[in-house]
């Protein structure tokens, strides 16, 4: 995913319906585990930071109380969506357009970029799955 095409392909490809189901769970369990370990970290962070700023107040310093902490993203709910869906689909096979392999199969949704550079922040998981993906 180093580098992204811009162009559309109009391909469709006919999928196994539980095939699917299997790569999109996978693709959830890391996705949660990267929020998880980041929303871990970031709380760690965020109460040594404020903790310091205590600490100054304490001793009468005037601090900024800014800070850069960036908030964890979690995009389980676009996972839980798409399996749901195809929990509710009747056939044993589902077409999909090439944006929906990429988002579905291959795990390179639209936001991806953003939910690793905000969560490398605080993730080893994060860090070594961008580093997968070529981010």
Same mark, same amino acid.
């Given at each position: ?5 811009? &162009? ?10 539980? #095939?699917? !189901? ?8 890391? &996705? ?9 970290? @970031? ?7 404020? #903790? ?6 304490? #001793? ?7 800070? &850069? ?5 979690? @995009?389980?709910?676009? @996972? ?6 195809? #929990?509710? &689909? ?13 988002? !579905? ?31």
């Amino acid at each position: 995913m180093a580098q992204m095409f811009t &162009h559309t392909m109009k391909m469709k490809v006919s999928v196994s319906k539980d #095939e699917l !189901l299997a790569a999109l769970r996978v693709n959830r369990e890391r &996705h949660g585990k990267i929020f998880t370990e980041a929303r871990e970290g @970031y709380i760690k962070r965020a109460k040594v930071a404020i #903790e310091r700023r205590m600490e100054e107040l304490r #001793e009468g310093k005037l601090v900024s109380l800014d800070f &850069h902490l960036a908030v964890p993203t979690d @995009y389980t709910a676009a @996972y839980d969506t798409a399996i749901r869906m195809l #929990e509710l &689909h009747q056939d044993k096979t589902i077409e999909l357009s090439a944006e929906e392999v990429r988002c !579905l199969v291959m795990d390179e949704w639209d936001w991806l970029g953003n939910f690793l550079a905000i969560n490398k922040a605080y993730s080893n998981m994060a860090n070594d799955y961008a580093t997968s993906k070529g981010l």
